[in-house]
Nanobody, 124 residues
Framework: QVQLVESGGGLVQAGASLRLSCTAS????????MGWFRQAPGKEREFVAA????????SYTVSVKGRFTISRDNAKNTVSLQMNSLTPEDTAVYYC?????????????????WGQGTQVTVSS
């Protein structure tokens, strides 16, 4: 069992930065690939970024490439999402998720555990 708790969301203006963090309980954090997803009102949950168990491999959705960076610290059981140059289109509830796999899927279905989400609102 893995429990995930996100933090770091908030209200910012366009162009600003935010850093989201997700802390996992349990001793097996390094056994899970980690992902960040987001869901805007009236829209489906969409993939944002994923990182492999070791942290050596990452993937991003096209719209955030070059602006967002996913990272993890297996010693601290944390995964982070550094978000720069935010736009109103980034407004959503952001979720971290854990998948018992090597690389991390771009689809939500394979993920085994989810956090409760943190709201990110970007004003124009």
């Amino acid at each position: 069992q893995v429990q995930l708790v996100e933090s770091g969301g908030g209200l910012v203006q366009a162009g600003a930065s935010l850093r989201l963090s997700c802390t996992a309980s349990g001793r097996t954090f390094s056994s899970y690939a980690m992902g960040w997803f987001r869901q805007a009102p009236g829209k489906e949950r969409e993939f944002v970024a994923a990182i492999s168990r070791s942290g050596r491999s990452t993937s991003y959705t096209v719209s955030v490439k070059g602006r967002f960076t996913i990272s993890r610290d297996n010693a601290k059981n944390t995964v982070s999402l550094q978000m720069n140059s935010l736009t109103p289109e980034d407004t959503a509830v952001y979720y971290c998720a854990a998948e018992a796999s090597l690389l991390g899927s771009t689809r939500p279905t394979p993920y085994d555990y989810w956090g409760q989400g943190t709201q990110v609102t970007v004003s124009s």
